[in-house]
């Protein structure tokens, strides 16, 4: 069974960090693409970060430069290291995985959209205010 269970969420001041991580079992984590997400109060699944498969990654604007995504194969583990936190940032997180190959993305789906992922965790809420 495909599990994913995000952890490391909590409160801190803006301009704090805090180290989000996925636990990922029942896959070769190694073969899968792996993302964030999250959606603030009363918004949609915004698409925060990526790593491939072949270890590139990619960002959102809006988190670029603050934000670091990682992954520990050995530890089947997806990190999320946040720096300069605003309160901006202030959502449930995600994590969610991509199935490798012959899985193929459907037309009209992006790798930034959510139907690019066939798992997902429950989240873990990150909460930015002084």
């Known amino acids: 069974e495909v599990q994913l269970v995000e952890s490391g969420g909590g409160w801190v001041q803006p301009g704090g960090s805090l180290k989000l991580s996925c636990s990922a079992s029942g896959f070769a984590f190694s073969d899968y693409a792996m993302t964030w997400f999250r959606q603030a109060p009363g918004k949609g699944l915004e698409w925060v970060a990526a790593?491939?498969?072949?270890?590139?990654?990619t960002y959102a604007d809006s988190v670029k430069g603050r934000f670091t995504i990682s992954g520990a194969n050995a530890k089947n583990t997806l990190s999320l290291q946040m720096n300069s936190l605003k309160p901006e940032d202030t959502a449930m997180y995600y994590c969610?995985?991509?199935?490798?190959?012959?899985?193929?993305?459907?037309?009209?789906?992006?790798?930034?959209?959510?139907?690019?992922?066939?798992?997902w965790g429950q989240g873990t809420q990150v909460t930015v205010s002084s």
């Open positions: 790593l491939d498969a072949d270890g590139t990654t």
């Open positions: 969610a995985a991509q199935m490798p190959p012959p899985f193929r993305l459907a037309p009209g789906c992006s790798r930034t959209f959510t139907c690019a992922y066939n798992y």
